[in-house]
């Protein structure tokens, strides 16, 4: 049983800053690898962010230094932090989480969150 939930979605002009969320909470024993998708209207959800448990990152070329990915192990949250955000950002963001749920299980299983909304308009 893993939840996870995103937060800090909203509407901002072009040029601003976002902060997104997203907090594991449930049956977890350990967490690998966390990633930021996003899913424009009418397009395929494409990875935007990842970031393994020792902290390297990647990006898409299409964020690459504009977004930052981070992470609180302790606190089983993911962060995106949004800059100089364009209306091309405007879109659902989703975190994945690749969760281990119990000693005893030795397979990651990915979770998905239900999405945030980011629009990006003047």
């Known amino acids: 049983q893993v939840q996870l939930a995103e937060s800090g979605g909203g509407l901002v002009q072009p040029g601003g800053s976002l902060r997104l969320s997203c907090a594991a909470s449930?049956?977890?024993?350990?967490?690998?690898?966390m990633d930021w998708y996003r899913q424009a209207p009418e397009k395929e959800r494409e990875l935007v962010a990842t970031?393994?448990?020792?902290?390297?990152?990647n990006y898409a070329d299409s964020v690459k230094g504009r977004f930052t990915i981070s992470r609180d192990n302790a606190k089983n949250t993911v962060y995106l932090q949004m800059n100089s955000l364009k209306p091309e950002d405007t879109a659902v963001y989703y975190c994945?989480?690749?969760?281990?749920?119990?000693?005893?299980?030795?397979?990651?299983?990915?979770?998905w969150g239900q999405g945030t909304l980011v629009t990006v308009s003047s």
């Open positions: 449930g049956t977890i024993f350990s967490i690998n690898t």
């Open positions: 970031i393994t448990s020792g902290g390297r990152t």
């Open positions: 994945n989480a690749e969760i281990q749920p119990s000693r005893t299980v030795s397979a990651y299983v990915k979770h």
